[in-house]
């Protein structure tokens, strides 16, 4: 009797855990995905060119790199020794 009711607690937990996840999973959802504008000429056979805010990710880091590197060369501000 007592495995029975333990058994049962375990899978009543395990229930109630995935009914949990599975509001979880469903409240994040996913964002859209972005469409690029249709060609300006209305050329249907053309490719749409990127707009420039849309980059690679290999752009994007190197981008990032950049604006690293940059922030790591400006000089630091060095406290007052007004001691």
């Known amino acids: 009797m007592r495995a029975a009711l333990t058994l049962l607690s375990v899978l009543l937990a395990l ?25 300006a000429t209305g050329d249907a056979g053309a490719a749409p060119s990127a707009p420039a805010a849309v980059r690679t990710p290999g752009q994007q880091v190197q981008h990032i790199q950049q604006t690293v590197e940059g922030v790591m060369q400006q000089p630091r501000a060095l406290p007052d020794d007004a001691q």
Do not use: E, N
């Open 15 to 39: 229930a109630i855990v995935g009914v949990l996840v599975k509001r979880q999973w469903g409240a994040i959802g996913h964002p859209p995905v972005p469409t690029l504008p249709a060609s």
